[in-house]
C-alpha cells in the first residue's frame, strides 16, 4: 500500500528547494563579489607602488643615485604596513628588499614588461598577493632591473573566513525560515481546499440539496467547486428518482397484491361451488399474470442499466413491423376511432423482437391517448447517412412541459387526464427508451399544440435494392 503524499509537503519542499537554491546562488554571488573586491584593492595598491619604483629607477643616473636608492624607496613606504618590495639587478643579485619571507621563483625571474598575474603564496603563517614586472632604469650600465611587490593580505583572508561564516550562516537561518513560512504560506493557500472537504463531509442522503458557495471560493478552485455542486446535483436527482422509483413500485405491488389478498378472502369466507372457487382462481391469475409482466419489465430494465442487454444483429425491416403492428392494433384503433398512417420504408441492422416491442409500446401509447377521430402517424425517413428516424406522432391532449424530462422515468406517468384509462404499470417507455439505447441510438419527445411526437435515431443499415424510403405508403381508415 502507497503511503499518500501530502500537497502541502510537496510543494513546502518545493518552495524550500527553490528559496535554499536563490539564496546559495546569492551567498556565491556575494562572497565572489567581496573577495574580487579585496583582489583589485590589493591589485591598485601594488600596480602603484609598482609604478612608484618605476618611476625611483627610471631616475637613477649614477652609482651615487643607486647608492641613496634604498633611503628613497623605505621613505616611499613609510604608512603601508605589509606592503614588501624586491628589486633584482642583473645575474639575480638582490639590490633592495624590505620583504620579511622570500618571494617566489616566478615573481624574481619574471622578465617582461608587462605585469605578471598576480601570484598568492603563504610564507610563516602569512599570506601574499604580489606581482613582477621588468622595469627599465636611467643607468647605462644596468639598463634594466625586476621589480617584484607583494601585499600582506592575511587581514583580508581573516575578514573574509568571518564574512563567509556569518553570509552561510545567514543562508541556513533564512533557508530555514522560507520552508517554515512556505508551508505557512501553502497552508493558508490550501484552506479553501479544506473547507470544500468540511463541506463535503457535511453532505449526506438527506443534505443532497446543500451546494458549495462558488462566490467565495478562489477562482483555481471554481472549477472544482463547479464540478462538485454538479455531482450533488445528479446524485440528488438519482436519489429523488430511487426514491420516486421505490414509492412508485411499492404503489403498483400494493393494487395486484391487494386484489389478491381480497379475492383470496372472499372466497375462503364461506363454501363455494367449484366453479365459483375456479372463477377466484382464474381472477387471482390475472393479476399474478400483471404481476409477472411487471417483474420481467424490471429485471428487463435493471439488466439493461448494466450493459447487459446486447440486441442480436439481423436485418429488421421497420416498416414491415410497423404494419403487423397496425394489424394487432387495428381493433383498438377502429374502437377509438383512431386513424393510422405509415410512409416511408428502412433496413437497419438489430433485435427484431427488442425493435418490435419498442415500437408497439409507443403505437399503444400513441393510440391510447389519441382522442376520437385524431390520427397516429408514422413516418420513417431513411437518409443514406448513418442514421435512420422513425417519428411516432399522434394527436391529443400533450404533455405538460415540466412532465417532458421525466416522461422515461420508471413507473412515472404524465398528469391524470392521459392515465386514467391505462391498466400499464408506467414502464413502457422506459423500455423503449432501454432498447433504443441498447442499438446505439437515441429518442427524444416534444410535445404542443395537441400534437405529441417520439422521434427515434437508430443506426443505419442500407435498404436493399428496390426498397425506396420514401415510396410505400399505408393508411387504416
Known sequence: MTSRKSITARLTLLFAAVSIAVLLGLGFLVGASVERHFEEQDMDVLRGKLDLTRHALAELRSPA?????????????????????????????????????????PLLSHRLA???????????????????????????????ATVAVATDISHHEEFMASFQLTLWSFVLVAALLSGLLGWAAVRRGLAPLREIGRAAATVTASRLDYRLPAGSIPAELAELAETLNQMLARLE????????????????????????????????????????????????????ERLARMIADMLFLAKADHGLVVPNRESVDLAQNVRELFLFYEALAEEKGVGLELSGEAMIVGDHLMLR??????????????????????????????????????????????????????????????????????????????????????????????????????PAHHAPDGIDGSAATLRLP
Not at 605585469?115 to 650600465?141: E, H, K, N, Q
Not at 391487494?258 to 391469475?285: G, I
Open 65 to 105: 643615485d643607486l647608492a641613496t636608492l634604498p633611503q628613497r624607496l623605505e621613505a616611499a613606504l613609510i604608512g603601508h604596513h605589509g606592503l614588501a618590495v624586491v628589486i633584482v639587478g642583473a645575474r639575480g643579485t638582490i639590490v633592495f628588499s624590505n620583504a620579511d619571507a622570500p618571494f617566489p621563483e
Open 114 to 144: 608587462a605585469p605578471s598575474p598576480p601570484l598568492v603564496w603563504v610564507s610563516g603563517g602569512t599570506s601574499y598577493r604580489g606581482i613582477a614586472a621588468a622595469v627599465p632604469t636611467g643607468m647605462a650600465d644596468w639598463p634594466e
Open 237 to 288: 436527482d438519482s436519489f429523488r428518482r430511487i426514491s420516486d422509483f421505490s414509492s412508485d413500485l411499492a404503489h403498483e405491488l400494493r393494487t395486484p397484491v391487494s386484489n389478491l389478498m381480497t379475492a383470496t378472502q372472499v372466497a375462503l369466507s364461506k363454501a363455494r361451488t367449484a366453479d365459483e372457487y375456479r372463477e377466484a382462481l382464474a381472477s387471482n391469475v390475472e393479476e399474478f
Open 357 to 458: 416491442r419498442a415500437l408497439s409500446n409507443l403505437l399503444a401509447n400513441a393510440i391510447r391517448h389519441t382522442h376520437r377521430g385524431g390520427r397516429v402517424a408514422v413516418q420513417i425517413d431513411a437518409p443514406r447517412g448513418d442514421s435512420v428516424w422513425l417519428t411516432v406522432e399522434n394527436t391529443g391532449d400533450a404533455i405538460s412541459p415540466e412532465h417532458l424530462p421525466r416522461l422515461f422515468d420508471r413507473f412515472f406517468r404524465a398528469d391524470p387526464s392521459r392515465q386514467h384509462a391505462s391498466d400499464g404499470a408506467g414502464l413502457g417507455l422506459a423500455i423503449t427508451d432501454s432498447i433504443i439505447r441498447a442499438h446505439g441510438g437515441d429518442i427524444e419527445v416534444h410535445s404542443a399544440d395537441s400534437l405529441t411526437r417520439f422521434r427515434l435515431r437508430l
